[in-house]
T-cell receptor, first 115, second 113 residues
Framework: NAGVTQTPKFQVLKTGQSMTLQCAQD?????MSWYRQDPGMGLRLIHY???????DQGEVPNGYNVSRSTTEDFPLRLLSAAPSQTSVYFC??????????????FGQGTRLTVV | GDSVTQMEGPVTLSEEAFLTINCTYT??????LFWYVQYPGEGLQLLLK?????DKGSNKGFEATYRKETTSFHLEKGSVQVSDSAVYFC????????????FGPGTSLSVIP
């Protein structure tokens, strides 16, 4: 019963490098999202997807790309890492059968440091 | 736009003390309301929820009542334990845009023996 799996758990990047954060869920959920968590700011939505082939921007999308080629996977790409992207990143998924009251399931997070 | 406000932390309590974490929201209509908890080093997990006015969500001794008249969803527990030390997030989701969940800033709770 894996739920939402994120990799890697920790990553250090140099400014200007690119990388992909992986997220996979095995619950056949339609909705998937990426958040970043910064001290005192809670969780801010980066990008989200309502199904395979459909993505949209959240509150803080600049510097990040996403794609959703399958229901299970929703990778987040950092195009050219900057120190301002140092954060903890969470992937989440939700089904749509319970409407707005449906629970979101979160991965364990990726702690990213950009130096 | 929609938003969630929580009391500032950190909150430090002695074991068996009473806990209240305030949460108020700004939203049109009748959103669903949630409390999520994040234990150290982990992702968020659902603690409780309420989907309509006057509903009470409860779980693990925690309770919160959906108050439409005061746009609030305060979290309470009668007797906290050391194991309740975590960050607590209030959140809402609109029925018209249920693909996006809006979170408050989180309240850190430390319970000391």
């Amino acid at each position: 019963n894996a739920g939402v799996t994120q990799t890697p758990k920790f990553q250090v990047l140099k400014t200007g490098q690119s990388m992909t954060l992986q997220c996979a869920q095995d619950m056949n959920h339609e909705y998937m999202s990426w958040y970043r968590q910064d001290p005192g700011m809670g969780l801010r939505l980066i990008h989200y997807s309502v199904g395979a082939g459909i993505t949209d921007q959240g509150e803080v999308p600049n510097g990040y790309n996403v794609s959703r080629s399958t229901t299970e996977d929703f990778p987040l790409r950092l195009l050219s890492a900057a120190p301002s992207q140092t954060s903890v990143y969470f992937c989440a998924s939700r089904g749509n059968r319970g409407g707005s009251g449906t629970e979101a399931f979160f991965g364990q997070g990726t702690r990213l440091t950009v130096v | 736009g929609d938003s969630v406000t929580q009391m500032e932390g950190p909150v430090t309590l002695s074991e068996e003390a009473f806990l209240t974490i305030n949460c108020t929201y700004t939203a049109t209509g009748y959103p669903s309301l949630f409390w999520y908890v994040q234990y150290p080093g982990e992702g968020l997990q659902l603690l409780l929820k309420a989907t309509k006015a006057d509903d009470k969500g409860s779980n693990k001794g925690f309770e919160a009542t959906y108050r439409k008249e005061t746009t609030s969803f305060h979290l309470e527990k009668g007797s906290v334990q050391v194991s309740d030390s975590a960050v607590y997030f209030c959140a809402l989701n609109q029925k018209t845009s249920y693909d996006k969940v809006i979170f408050g800033p989180g309240t850190s709770l430390s319970v000391i023996p």
